[in-house]
C-alpha cells in the first residue's frame, strides 16, 4: 500500500502516526487514543494490519486509519527451514521431498504388483521367455526390497514430521539451550535470532511511516515499540525532530505467551529492552505496572498513566439520527427484562475464566451467562457451549459478538452483573481492565477474583463481591450474593465524581497534554 500525506484542511496541532499489531476492531484503547486526538486537533494516522488479503482505510472520526497487509515469512521456525540432525538425524529435509519420497515407495510396489499380475494373466504380452523368466527373477527380489524401502521411507517420514513438529513447538531442551546460547551472546540484541518474525512488522510498517512524516509517533505496545523507534531514529538522522511515545499495555516479563516456546518471552523481553531507552515519553494503563516499568527499563520519568476507561455514556435523547442503533443485550439473548443476567465482556481465554462461569452456571438456578466476545464462532467458545450442553445448562449459556466502543456501556447495562473471574498471572494483578471500567459505568454489581489491585478497588469502592480465583463454589457464592441485594453494590456508583475520573474524556486530555508538551519541546528545540 502506497503511503500518501492526507490533507488536513484545518489547522493541526502536528502529525500523529499511532502504530499497532493488530486490525484496530476490537482494539478500544486504541479506537479511541486516535479518534481524541483527531478530536483534540492532532492530525492522526492509524496503522493497524491485515494478516491475510489486502489492506483497506478508512475514518474513526477525524482520524485516519489504514491497515497495512502483513507478511510473516521470517516467523517460519528454524525446523521449517533447515535439517534437524541433533532431533532427528534421519530425518528428510523440510519442503517436498518427504512426499516425493512416499508417493514414489508406493508407485514401486504399484507397479511390481501390476507386473505380477501381467505375467499371471497376459505372459505373452511382458516378453518372449528369456525375459519373462528374468522378469520373475528380479519381482522375487524386488517384492522384499520394495516392501522394505516402503518403510524405511515411511520412517523417516514420520521423523520429519515430528522434527517439525517438535522444532515449532520450541519446547525442548535443545531450544532452552538455544535461547541460552544467544542470549549469552547476544543480550538485548537476541531477539535477532529468537524472534525474527519482528523485522516483519518493521518491513510492513517502516516506509509508511516514513512517507507521512509524522511530529510524533504513538507506539502501541512491545512489537510496535522497535519499529517506532527506527522509524524516529531515521527521522532524527534525515534532520527531522520526531518524538517517540511507547504506550504499555502490560507489563510484557509477565504475560502468558500465546505461543507457550522457549524463545517467545527472551526474544520478546531483549527486543522491549533495546528499544525502551529510546522512548521520549511511556505510557501505560497503571500505577502499578508504571512502577515495574521503571524498575526493569531503568527509566528517568514516571511513566503516564492513562486509564483503560470507556467514552462517557451518551444519553439515549443525545443520540444522532443518523448513528447506528445499539444492540439489545437481552434480545441477542432471547431472554426477558426479568430473567437474572451475568455478563462478561472482553478477550476470551481459559486464564479468564470463563470455563470458572460454565462450571459455576449448575449451581445458580434460572441465571442466564453471556460472553461478549470477539468471535463467538471461534473454537473456545464454542468448545464452552458444548461444555454447557454437556452440563444441561446449554439454553443459559449465550454468545454475541463486540458491538461499537461508543456502546458498550448501554449495552452491558442490560445485565444484572458484571463478572471478571481472571486467575492469577502477573499482568493480571496489577492493573484495572477494561471491563473493570465499562461494569461501573454500566453500573453493574461486579463479581472479581481476588487478583491483588482488582479486589483491593472492589473492596475499597464497595462495587462488588470479591471470589478466590478458580474457585467455582466460591464464584458461584459471589454471583448469588450480588443477585439478591443489588442495590447495595450499585450504591457506590452515586459517590460523586468516582465515573467522572473513570472516563475517557479524562484520559484523553492526559494524552493530550502529553502530546503538547513533547511536541512544544520539538518546536522549541529547533526555532
Known amino acids: 500500500m502506497e503511503a500518501q500525506r492526507t490533507d488536513a484542511p484545518r489547522p493541526t496541532k502536528g502529525r500523529v502516526v499511532m502504530l499497532v499489531d493488530n486490525k484496530v476492531d476490537g482494539d478500544s484503547r486504541v479506537q479511541k487514543a486516535a479518534e481524541s486526538a483527531a478530536a483534540a486537533g492532532w492530525d492522526v494516522v492509524l496503522l493497524g494490519l491485515v494478516r491475510s488479503g489486502n489492506g483497506r482505510t478508512w475514518k474513526l472520526g477525524d482520524a485516519e486509519v489504514r491497515l497495512l497487509p502483513l507478511k510473516t515469512p521470517l516467523a517460519k521456525r528454524h525446523a521449517e527451514r533447515h535439517r534437524s540432525p541433533l532431533r532427528r538425524p534421519l530425518a528428510y529435509p523440510p519442503g517436498p521431498l518427504a512426499a516425493y519420497r512416499r508417493q514414489w515407495a508406493k508407485a514401486w510396489r504399484a507397479d511390481l504388483a501390476a507386473r505380477r499380475a501381467a505375467l499371471k494373466v497376459a505372459p505373452q504380452a511382458v516378453g518372449g521367455p528369456a525375459f519373462r523368466r528374468v522378469e520373475k527373477l528380479r519381482l522375487v527380489v524386488a517384492g522384499p526390497v520394495s516392501k522394505f524401502m516402503q518403510k524405511w521411507v515411511e520412517f523417516r517420514a514420520r521423523q520429519s514430521s515430528q522434527a517439525q513438529q517438535a522444532g515449532r513447538a520450541l519446547r525442548g531442551p535443545l531450544d532452552r539451550a538455544f535461547t541460552a546460547l544467544w542470549k549469552a551472546a547476544k543480550g538485548r540484541r537476541a531477539w535477532r535470532r529468537l524472534e525474527p518474525v519482528l523485522w516483519d512488522y518493521e518491513l510492513t510498517y517502516g516506509k509508511e511511516i516514513d512517507a507521512l512524516k509524522p511530529d510524533l509517533i504513538h507506539a502501541n505496545d512491545f512489537r510496535m515499540l522497535g519499529v517506532g523507534a527506527r522509524a524516529a531514529v531515521r527521522a532524527r538522522a534525515a534532520g527531522r525532530s520526531v518524538k517517540l511515545v511507547w504506550d504499555a499495555h502490560e507489563f510484557l516479563p509477565g504475560v502468558r505467551p500465546w505461543e507457550d516456546n522457549a524463545h517467545w518471552i527472551p526474544g520478546n523481553t531483549a527486543h522491549e529492552s533495546e528499544y525502551a531507552p529510546f522512548a521520549d515519553a511511556v505510557v501505560t494503563v497503571s500505577e502499578g505496572l508504571a512502577d515495574l516499568l521503571v524498575e526493569r527499563h531503568g527509566l528517568k520519568e514516571q511513566p503516564t498513566v492513562v486509564l483503560n476507561a470507556p467514552d462517557r455514556p451518551v444519553e439515549p435523547d443525545l443520540v444522532l439520527e443518523d448513528t447506528e442503533p445499539e444492540p439489545d443485550l ?170 467522572d475520573a473513570w472516563t475517557w474524556e479524562a484520559q484523553a486530555e492526559v494524552l493530550d497534554g502529553l502530546y503538547s508538551r513533547l511536541v512544544s519541546r520539538t518546536s522549541k528545540a529547533g526555532s
Open 330 to 499: 437481552r434480545a441477542l439473548c432471547g431472554i426477558g427484562p426479568d430473567v437474572p443476567l451475568v455478563v462478561y465482556s472482553g478477550s476470551p481465554g481459559a486464564q479468564r475464566g470463563l470455563g470458572d462461569m460454565v462450571e459455576a452456571l449448575p449451581k445458580l438456578d434460572g441465571v442466564h451467562m453471556a460472553f461478549v466476545v470477539p468471535a463467538p464462532a471461534a473454537g473456545y467458545i464454542q468448545g464452552l457451549l458444548r461444555r454447557a450442553q454437556e452440563l444441561g445448562v446449554g439454553d443459559r449459556l449465550h454468545a454475541v459478538p463486540y458491538v461499537k466502543h461508543w456502546q458498550v456501556v448501554r449495552f452491558l447495562a442490560a445485565a444484572n452483573v458484571g463478572c471478571i473471574p481472571i486467575h492469577h498471572w502477573p499482568n493480571h494483578e496489577i492493573a484495572l481492565i477494561t471491563k473493570f471500567f465499562e461494569y461501573s459505568h454500566a453500573r453493574l454489581p461486579l463479581v472479581v477474583s481476588d487478583v491483588k489491585t482488582m479486589s483491593e478497588m472492589t473492596r475499597s469502592t464497595g462495587q462488588g463481591e470479591v471470589c478466590r480465583a478458580e474457585d467455582i463454589d466460591d464464584l458461584a457464592r459471589a454471583i448469588k450474593a450480588v443477585l439478591a441485594d443489588p442495590e447495595k453494590y450499585t450504591a457506590a456508583y452515586d459517590k460523586p465524581g468516582l465515573l
